[in-house]
């Protein structure tokens, strides 16, 4: 059975960082494509980032390129989400999801790709 298990979500000031982590198991993690994406109230889910743990190709929605930066570690089946100079509007349920296949770079920001979900972690960043 498919886990993906997030962590690291909380209340942080406008500025701080947190660094949010997504366990996986039930799955050979070495060749998928695994997304963060962020659901604000009211708002639609929104892809931020992804990674593939086939080749390590990573991409980023627009609004947090050079400020969430992606990783991940196969040896711990975990991939992360190293979130800086958070603000308000970064508020939201942050989830992973996993695609068997590390080939998702035209599509990673498509909620209907992905099998799996974790059940999210919220991240609060207060001004």
């Known amino acids: 059975e498919v886990q993906l298990v997030e962590s690291g979500g909380g209340l942080v000031q406008a500025g701080g960082s947190l660094r949010l982590s997504c366990a996986a198991s039930g799955f050979t993690f070495d060749d998928y494509t695994l997304g963060w994406f962020r659901q604000a109230p009211g708002k639609a889910r929104e892809g931020v980032s992804y990674?593939?743990?086939?080749?390590?190709?990573?991409d980023y929605a627009d609004s947090v390129k050079g400020r969430f930066p992606i990783s991940s570690d196969n040896s711990k089946n975990t991939v992360y989400l190293q979130m800086n100079s958070l603000k308000p509007e970064h508020t939201a349920v942050y989830s992973c999801a996993a695609h068997r296949g590390g080939y998702g770079s035209d599509w990673w920001n498509l909620p209907g790709r992905y099998e799996d979900w974790g059940q999210g972690t919220q991240v609060t960043v207060s001004s």
């Open positions: 990674i593939s743990t086939r080749d390590g190709s990573t």
